[in-house]
């Protein structure tokens, strides 16, 4: 088998630069979901290339062994959003050494737990997005799957943390990863992606540093693309759609 170098990876977050930025997280959280809500869902234009699972909202995106960029080597992407403008998704199995409870000082609740927060993209890295799992979906977010919403507000937060329903739970990740149109269409095309179905317990209690190898594990089905990047290129900087509350993102490098 071939060596995939450490199996662990985690990222550092400077503390003082990204708490300053931290002061509008949950506007930004809100802004984000309520901008994506205006995309248009019926010119969703899925991608099906040769692949078993079509690409769209609410699939995996697993990072090719052959991807070299630093920014999505050995990554998996809950893809939370994809329509014709454009696609966003979290990066799931890049915890920081950072707890929420320090990124968010401000919230009571979140003192004396061990949150971490996630780096979930290189896309405007000093903004926070919530992925929650709740039994009834909240007002300030998007389904992503059944159960699954991106969005929500400190209220969902606290109450999930004081007197959490049975299986809810949450994350919250710095940033995230984007494509602009076309983008992810011609990564496709290179095999730089594989594309599975998204479940609940990978996101939120499958260990992150096992997720990557387990699902480049999973055997494939038929007619599935088995991602190899020869050129190991992404270009995953830009994102269209969002909220003039967020900077515009550069274009891609």
Request: with cysteine.
């Amino acid at each position: 088998m071939t060596n995939h170098g450490p199996r662990e990876q985690r990222t550092v977050l400077a503390g003082p630069t990204f708490g300053v930025c931290l002061v509008l997280a949950v506007s930004v959280i809100v802004a984000t979901v309520l901008a994506f809500s205006s995309w248009p869902l019926a010119a969703a234009a899925r991608l099906t290339s040769a692949a078993s699972t079509p690409l769209g909202k609410g699939v995996f995106l697993v990072a090719s062994p052959s991807l070299v960029d630093p920014n999505f080597r050995r990554t998996v992407i809950l893809i939370c959003d994809h329509s014709s403008a454009g696609t966003l998704g979290l990066i799931l199995n890049r915890p920081t050494n950072l707890l929420l409870s320090e990124a968010l000082s401000d919230v009571p609740s979140l003192q004396g737990t061990a949150h971490l927060l996630f780096a979930g993209g290189p896309v405007q890295p000093d903004a926070m997005l919530m992925l929650f799992r709740l039994v009834q979906e909240p007002a300030q977010a998007r389904r992503v799957l059944d159960g699954i919403y991106l969005g929500g507000n400190l209220k969902d937060l606290e109450r999930i943390i004081v007197k959490p329903a049975p299986a809810e739970t949450f994350r919250a990740f710095a940033g995230y990863a984007g494509w602009g149109p076309g983008q992810l269409a011609s990564e496709m095309a290179q095999g730089s992606w594989r594309v599975l179905p998204a479940d609940a317990t990978s996101i939120f209690e499958k260990n992150p540093a096992d997720l990557w190898q387990e699902l480049n594990d999973r055997p494939e089905l038929p007619g599935q693309i088995q991602a190899l990047d020869r050129r190991g290129r992404s270009g995953t900087r830009s994102i269209v759609g969002v909220d003039a509350h967020v900077p515009e993102t550069p274009g891609a490098g």
